[in-house]
């Protein structure tokens, strides 16, 4: 919907799992010299203040980003946790967080493709800003050749257009608002679509964990996984789930829901919940 904005959330414990599992995701597809695309179906705006007043306003950060940061020093860390401190980071010491496409192009070569869907017009005009910033990693940012292209249209139809993409190596990365209990239909009938059409792709679907919606984020990813799991070339599936907090009326944690995950992404992810769900929990 177009009445959301993630300026009031960004940087927070669902923002932490997204983002590390997509960290994980491009860490490993960038491991091949092989060229790979990566379709961003919710883009946002790229990158957050964290001094906005509206981020100030809900404190969501403080819980997120802040406590995993706090929480994390002179630790063990599981690698997939160190790397998404990694890049988060610099972003955080400058004021900032960064958003998946602002991730996704470090991470981008010669030869790979970026696309970035956002319908929101103050999202998009951000967006558009955000890719046109340097990177702060300088290591990384001589790697981000490969350029971003922004498409202001509806996410699911745009999505079906732009697959099968013409490198055929890559990832779908879809994470609506969820503000419309018809998300959660759209969720499901497009990426049956687009695994018909891309059946190799990485798709990896957000979702919130909302007690009121149990039910139709049950026969969302159901759906998903017949899709993924049934036809002439059945697909592994991954579901991931960190909650902060006891079930209640509010957003109490988030999932990640993986179809092709990567090798080794299983084992990973595992061991970075074991390390999230501790430093995040909202119960101590």
Known sequence: MLSYQHEFHAGNHADVLKHTCLLSILNSLSQKEKPFTVID????????RLDDERLCKTGEHLTGIYRLLEKSKNLSIPPAVERYIQFEKPYVERGFYAGSPTLTRHFLRSGDSHFVVELHPQAFDSLTCACQEPLLLAEKSERAKAKTHIHKEDSYRELLALTPPLVKRGLILVDPSYEDASDYEQVSKTLDAVHKKWNTAIIAVWYPLLQRRKNETAQMLHSIETTAKTGTQPVDCMRTELAVKQAQTTLYGSG?????????YEEEINAALDFLKPALSQEN
């Open 256 to 264: 990640m829901f993986v179809i092709n995950p990567p090798w080794k």
């Open 41 to 48: 179906s919710h883009g946002g705006a790229g990158t957050y």
